[in-house]
């Protein structure tokens, strides 16, 4: 591979880091190219992209990024790398690993995550990253919650008004 095939390789890459908030670094190590390829349709199925990147490609383009990820270089980057990509959803990377592990081959292993610029290193987050709740759930939540109290109160005057309104006759009829 020459230079200017590098370059590109690697521009391509910083490209694809920048555009994508979270990413997701894994091991297919010793999965067959039919189990490989059952990966990449359900990722694609499912909005994702997974690549296989060299380690050293991987490093070299977060370098430039504006966050530190000096902590995947130390423990992630070793051995095989795939890379998994998602614009909008943070845990359905790794929902997809645990169904997959489940479904087609405990060969695929987690290695590190970057949510958000946030690192998330080893297998044992896997279970946290699929459990992260998306932008749309967490605003549904806020907003179910902001409108609770307004429910209440609107509850409790629709059910006194029958109440008030027999006090007011009650008082009405004794005069």
Do not use: W
């Not at 997974?50 to 992630?76: H, P």
């Not at 749309?136 to 029958?162: D, F, R, T, Y």
């Amino acid at each position: 591979m020459t230079r200017e095939e590098k370059a590109v390789i690697l521009e391509d890459l910083k490209d694809k880091f920048r555009s994508n908030t979270h990413f997701y670094i894994t091991d297919a190590t010793g999965m067959t190219v039919a189990e490989v390829n059952a990966l990449r349709r359900i990722c694609f199925q499912s909005g994702l992209e997974y690549r296989v990147i060299k380690n050293t490609f991987i490093a070299k383009a977060l370098e430039d990024l504006d966050a530190d990820f000096s902590g995947l270089n130390e423990k992630v980057l070793k051995g095989f790398s795939g890379v998994l990509f998602s614009k909008e959803n943070a845990n359905a990377p790794a929902k997809l690993i645990q169904d997959f592990q489940k479904k087609h081959s405990k060969k695929l292993t987690f290695k590190g995550a970057s949510i958000d610029s946030d690192l998330f290193i080893g297998a044992d987050q896997l279970d946290t990253l699929s459990k992260l709740k998306s932008k749309q759930e967490l605003i549904g939540e806020i907003i179910g919650l902001l409108n609770s109290p307004v429910q209440n109160v609107l509850g409790a005057l629709n059910s006194g008004k029958h109440i008030i309104a027999g006090v007011v006759k009650t008082l009405s009829e004794k005069e």
